[in-house]
Every structure is written in structure tokens, then in C-alpha cells.
């Protein structure tokens, strides 16, 4: 006979997997909180309720210039990281090439590498052979760092299509550019769409990459939140933290909606 | 055009950007590492090496990554299982409560730990209140804090590649030990958690490389007292401006990082291939 599972690990594994939620949330909770705040003191709970800091965040030059700065690159960021993860995967994706098993793993590498390491890399090679930093740099960097998700998603969509749909097209007459946009390119589009919603938040969110290739001028969103921690926060990080959250909620909906979330419990 | 020719074609933008812009910023720091006024030099890593301030920060940061790992281990494996074993429902929520703060960026995660940790904050608030901590604790610019706030920000990388495996296990294994007469502990113990083991061991390697760089949250909570790898780093290339010694750091780390992840790699690629 099978013995129950005891009764008090049952309540125990409830117990345990709500305090696991409080740790996971507890920070943004936090944020949101603070960013309520009607003192212009930081603390939670917060101290009376208001929009004032979501106003203030509105009228404020820097933030509004470090957003528009960080919506510029991940826009970029996101058709460059697409297109070329999108072309790169395809052709890994038919193994036809020698050594696709090396070009996966070699498109997957920036996954691994530590940011930081990359960072001062790119840091270096741009101060000695281009000149100041900008938003191309940053461009260029955030597509490099985007690319493996890109990648992976496509891939993923990929190996689960029909390998003979493409064949299926060549004999009825298609050519190759026809074939590649009309049969391959639908069949990758969720992946796709899903990695160019990841590539998106990484870049609107990156830090370290954006904080060593600033300068006066070029500070992303979260190097302005960044900055402001580190000397004097008031309750208007909290407000521009929570848009970020906001926006990350919105994206996290898009792209359940496109490929849905189950499958981050299977990759 | 023969076949060929067309997947080359596909691949070449993607490979050109990441010989040109990933590859060569290695290289470089590489060689800048090595690069002394007179041409050939290891000068910087033997000031690394023979420092004991820049040793404590080498041992601080692998002493720091250990415990982090353990924990997230130690909190990911079980609420990996739970994850498996829920109703689809409520597995949806708990990937939501994983991929939530996964994707929120760390900058913002890591002022709420400030606002919590900090003196006015809640965690202190309530260990005084418990009478576990003086009038003027904060957790602020500890290694604790440092803790705290990593646990948060890497375990989902844990749970996600522990439930990769788990969802893979076939479900007859448990049934079976349990119609054989296993308790519900005895069989985790025997059956489920050696089968889940290159999923934690993955898991570790890769939380223990991010949590080893990690900067932004390491630099809030831990101060500039607290040193670890990567705050070095940036305050050699930002504050001293002392580039040779920070690609120096960097690639002590980059070798640190490239010996965890070659079994990282022949784990996950096992199970992928």
C-alpha cells in the first residue's frame, strides 16, 4: 500500500512556497510602495498615498531624456537582434553548414559570458579604435548581448516545424527567396516574435553594459536609477522603477500570449 | 546558389557582428592584461596576486558565491518539484512569480532591497522588534545584505533549470518506488534527487559564474567597503582609471568563469543533444 504523504509536509510545502514568494517579490513590492509615497522620504510602508512622485518623474528632464535614450537603443536593438537571429538561426537550424554544432554553441556564447567581462572589452576596443562612446555603441553592444535569445526562441520554434513543408515548396516551383519568406519565415514567426520581445526588455533594462560605455549625455534609464541610488534616491526613483515594472509586466503578458510562459517550465 | 551558399549567406551577418564586436573586445582586454610599457608583462597579475587587500576581495567574492549557491539551491530544488507537481493552474502562477522578477531589471530589484534592508527599513524593523538587533542595525553594507539581495536575483536561474529536468523525469519512476513501499521523503531522497542532480549541478555552475561578476546589486548593498570582483573591476576602470590592472582583474575572472563553464557546458549539452 502506498503510504499518504504526511500531512504536515503538505502544509509545510505551502508554507514554504508562499515565504519563497514573499522573498521573489518582496522587493518590487517594496518599490511600488515606496513610489505611492506622499513624504519625500523613502520608507515603507509609505507614509499617506499620492501621485506626486509619478508627476514629478513627468516634468523631469533627466529622466525623460535618459527613457527617450533607452527607447531609441532597445527599438534598435530589437529589429538588429531579430533580423540577425532570425537569418542566423534559420541557417543553423538545416545543418547544412559544416560545424553547426559549433556555430550554435558559438551564437549561444554571450549568453555565458559575464557582462562585466564584455563590458570592459568593448570599453577598450571602442576608446582605442573609434573614439567616444554612443548610441551606436550601445546598440552594437545590446545586440551582441540580445542575440542568443533571439536565437534560442527561433531555434526552439524551429525544431518542432515541419521539415518537409520547405521541400514540399521547392518541388512545387517556389524559389529560394519565396521559400525562405513565404514557408520558412512564418513557420519561426512566434519564436521569433517572443525573442524580439526578450531582446526588448534586456536592453530597455541592461545596466552594466549601459554603465560602462556612458558619458555625460549617454545615460540609459536604469544607469539614471543607478545614479540616483547611489547618491541621493527620493520616492521618484520609485516612480520610475515601478513604470519599468509596468512595462515589464506588459511585455511578460505579450509573450505569454505569443508562445506562453508553460514552456519556461520545459527549456 | 547552391544550398550552401544560402545558409552561409543566412549565418554571415551573425557571425561577422560577433567576431567583430564579442570576440575582439575579448581579445583586447586579453591582450591589454599583458601589456606593459616595455611590450610583454604579468607585472599586473602578480600585484593582483601578492596583494592581500585584492586577495581578500578574490576569496570574498568566492566565499560570498558559495553561500549564494547553496541557498538558491537549497530554496530552488524544492519549489522546482512543487513547480512540477502543481495542477497547470497553479504552475502558471508560480512561473509568473519566477519569470516576474527574472525579468525586471536589477537595478530595481536592488532598491528594494536598499528601502528593506536599510535602517528605517523593514527586515531591520522587525528584527528589533524581536529584540534580535540593537537600536541602530541595519543590514546595509554587510555581506549579508549582499546575500540577500543575490539569493533574490539568481534563484530563478536555479529553479528554471532545475524544473527543466524535473519536467523531463518520467513520473512511473516515482510511482514505482512508491507502490514498492518507499515513504514520500525516502523516495526525493533516492529516486528523485539523484535524477535531478546535472539539473542542480548545471543550476550551480551558472548561478555560482553570475553571482562570482555580478556588479550593480554587490556595489548598492555592499558599499564600497565591501569589495568583490567585479565592483573592483568597475572602480578600476571608472575611478583609478587604471585599465591594464582592471583587464587584469577581468580576466582572471574570465578564466575563473571559462573553468566552471566547460562542465556546465558538457552537462546541459548532454541533456540538449
Known amino acids: 500500500m502506498v503510504r499518504a504523504i504526511p500531512r504536515w509536509l503538505k502544509i509545510s510545502a505551502v508554507g514554504f512556497v508562499i515565504l519563497t514568494g514573499i522573498l521573489l517579490l518582496a522587493p518590487l513590492i517594496v518599490v511600488v510602495g515606496v513610489s505611492l509615497s506622499q513624504s519625500q522620504f523613502i520608507a515603507f510602508p509609505p507614509a499617506g498615498l499620492s501621485l506626486r512622485w509619478y508627476r514629478e518623474v513627468l516634468s523631469s528632464d533627466a529622466y525623460l531624456s535618459s527613457a527617450w535614450i533607452s527607447l531609441q537603443v532597445a527599438v534598435l536593438v530589437t529589429l538588429s537582434a531579430s533580423l540577425i537571429g532570425a537569418m542566423a538561426a534559420i541557417g543553423i537550424h538545416r545543418r547544412k553548414l559544416p560545424g553547426s554544432g559549433f556555430l550554435s554553441i558559438f551564437f549561444l556564447s554571450p549568453l555565458v559570458l559575464p557582462t562585466i567581462i564584455y563590458a570592459i572589452g568593448m570599453l577598450m576596443v571602442w576608446s582605442a579604435l573609434v573614439g567616444p562612446v554612443s548610441v551606436l555603441t550601445l546598440w552594437i553592444g545590446h545586440t551582441v548581448i540580445t542575440l542568443p535569445y533571439v536565437v534560442r526562441t527561433t531555434l526552439a520554434v524551429l525544431s518542432e516545424s515541419d521539415p518537409f513543408l520547405e521541400e514540399a515548396a521547392q518541388t512545387m516551383g517556389a524559389n529560394r527567396v519565396q521559400r525562405l519568406l513565404l514557408v520558412v519565415l512564418p513557420q519561426c514567426l512566434p519564436g521569433l516574435a517572443a525573442g524580439a520581445f526578450f531582446a526588448f526588455n534586456i536592453s530597455f533594462d541592461e545596466a552594466v553594459l549601459s554603465l560602462f560605455l556612458r558619458r555625460p549625455g549617454l545615460t540609459t534609464l536604469p544607469v539614471q536609477i543607478y545614479g540616483q541610488l547611489e547618491f541621493s534616491p527620493d520616492p521618484s526613483v520609485a516612480a520610475v522603477s515601478t513604470i519599468m515594472i509596468g512595462l515589464t509586466v506588459c511585455l511578460i503578458f505579450v509573450i505569454d500570449r505569443i508562445l506562453g510562459l508553460q514552456r519556461f517550465s520545459s527549456t | ?273
Open chain 2, 1 to 273: 546558389m547552391s544550398d550552401r551558399t544560402e545558409n552561409l549567406v543566412l549565418v554571415l551577418p551573425g557571425l561577422l557582428l560577433l567576431a567583430l564586436a564579442f570576440l575582439v573586445p575579448i581579445g583586447q582586454m586579453l591582450v591589454l592584461s599583458v601589456e606593459g610599457e616595455n611590450g610583454f608583462t604579468l607585472a599586473h597579475f602578480s600585484r593582483f596576486l601578492t596583494d592581500s587587500y585584492y586577495l581578500g576581495v578574490l576569496w570574498r567574492t568566492i566565499r560570498l558565491s558559495i553561500v549564494i549557491t547553496a541557498i538558491c539551491a537549497a530554496i530552488g530544488f524544492p519549489f522546482a518539484y512543487i513547480m512540477a507537481h502543481v495542477g497547470p493552474r497553479i504552475r502558471l502562477w508560480l512561473v509568473l512569480l519566477v519569470i516576474l522578477p527574472l525579468m525586471t531589471s536589477v537595478v530595481v530589484r536592488t532598491f528594494g532591497w536598499m528601502v528593506l534592508l536599510g535602517r528605517s527599513g523593514l527586515v531591520p524593523d522587525i528584527l528589533r522588534d524581536l529584540g534580535l538587533a540593537g537600536r541602530n542595525f541595519s543590514l546595509m553594507h554587510t555581506e549579508a545584505a549582499i546575500v540577500i539581495g543575490m539569493v533574490q536575483v539568481l534563484l530563478p536561474f536555479m529553479t528554471l533549470s532545475i524544473l527543466g529536468i524535473l519536467t523531463r523525469l518520467d513520473p512511473r519512476l516515482e510511482e514505482a518506488a512508491r507502490t514498492m513501499g518507499c515513504s514520500f521523503l525516502k523516495t526525493i531522497r533516492t529516486v528523485v534527487l539523484p535524477l535531478a542532480l546535472p539539473g542542480i549541478v548545471a543550476g550551480s555552475l551558472l548561478v555560482f559564474t553570475l553571482s562570482a561578476s555580478s556588479f550593480v546589486t554587490p556595489n548598492l548593498l555592499g558599499g564600497s567597503r565591501i569589495q568583490m570582483l567585479a565592483t573592483s573591476i568597475y572602480r578600476q576602470v571608472t575611478q583609478t582609471l587604471d585599465w591594464p590592472f582592471a583587464a587584469a582583474q577581468a580576466t582572471i575572472l574570465f578564466v575563473g568563469v571559462l573553468l566552471i563553464l566547460i562542465p556546465y557546458a558538457r552537462l546541459t549539452g548532454a541533456r540538449n543533444g
